[in-house]
């Protein structure tokens, strides 16, 4: 069965820290691994990783992705109290996107 | 350009009702899905529909079903609500292909839906 694990599931840190998310997975027919952020509701888009190496990057975000080693890892840098939100990894396979728990991020004033 | 549009954003039910909820998607998108979030699954895949047609489903009983109409709108039903339906259900929307070509989905604030 299709799976992706996230950890750690609680991280909390204060203002200006940098964090590393962690997700990792074991889904048929790979296609894509992607990010989201949900705050209130609906979860927003990060980013879409399809290649090993290549880092995807946005302003203090950056994702990567190790297609041998089955994981993903999201950097946080400079860290505000706006970057509070659950984190979401998905992985797309053959037929469907499957999510991990999700990584809940608090930042401390 | 508008985003995905979910309504309604709250309900509250009794046990053995139904429920209809209803999701637009993105302009141009053809691709629609649901999942429901809870605090101690996270994200589960209910059904895809894509033109009209249920292309996947997740590991859900009968009584979550769900239809696509020809302007790409969705609804998903679900009969003879138990307390454990408690949930959000999110709608996403993608382009052409969905999920089978990888396509981004793009997600609704979702519905929040309590049975008591």
């Known amino acids: 069965e299709d799976k992706v694990v996230q950890s750690p599931l609680s991280l909390v840190v204060h203002e200006g820290d940098t964090v590393t998310l962690n997700c990792s997975y074991e889904?048929?027919?790979?296609?894509?691994l992607l990010w989201y952020k949900q705050e209130k509701k609906a979860p927003t888009f990060l980013f879409m990783l399809?290649?090993?190496?290549i880092e995807k990057k946005s302003g203090r975000l950056s994702s990567i992705l190790d297609k041998k080693e089955l994981f993903s890892i999201l950097n946080i840098t400079a860290t505000q109290t706006g970057d509070s939100a659950i984190y979401l990894c998905?992985?797309?396979?053959?037929?469907?996107?499957?999510f991990g728990q999700g990584t809940r991020l608090t930042i401390n004033p | 350009k508008a985003g995905v549009t979910q309504t309604p954003r709250y309900l509250i039910k009794t046990r053995g009702q139904q429920v209809t909820l209803s999701c637009s998607p993105i302009?141009?998108?053809?691709?629609v899905s649901w999942y429901q979030q809870t605090p101690g699954q996270g994200l589960q895949f209910l059904f895809e529909?894509?033109?009209?047609?249920?292309?996947n489903k997740g590991n859900f009983p009968g009584r979550f079903s769900g239809r696509q109409f020809s302007n790409s709108r969705s609804e998903m039903n679900v009969s003879t609500l138990e307390l454990g339906d408690s949930a959000l259900y999110l709608c996403?929307?993608?382009?052409?292909?969905?999920?089978?070509?990888?396509?981004?989905?793009?997600f609704g604030a979702g519905t929040r839906l309590s049975v008591l």
């Open positions: 996403a929307s993608s382009l052409a292909g969905g999920q089978q070509s990888g396509g981004i989905q793009y």
């Open positions: 889904v048929t027919n790979f296609r894509s």
């Open positions: 399809t290649s090993s190496g």
């Open positions: 998905a992985v797309q396979g053959a037929q469907k996107l499957v």
């Open positions: 302009s141009g998108h053809r691709s």
């Open positions: 529909y894509f033109s009209e047609t249920q292309r």
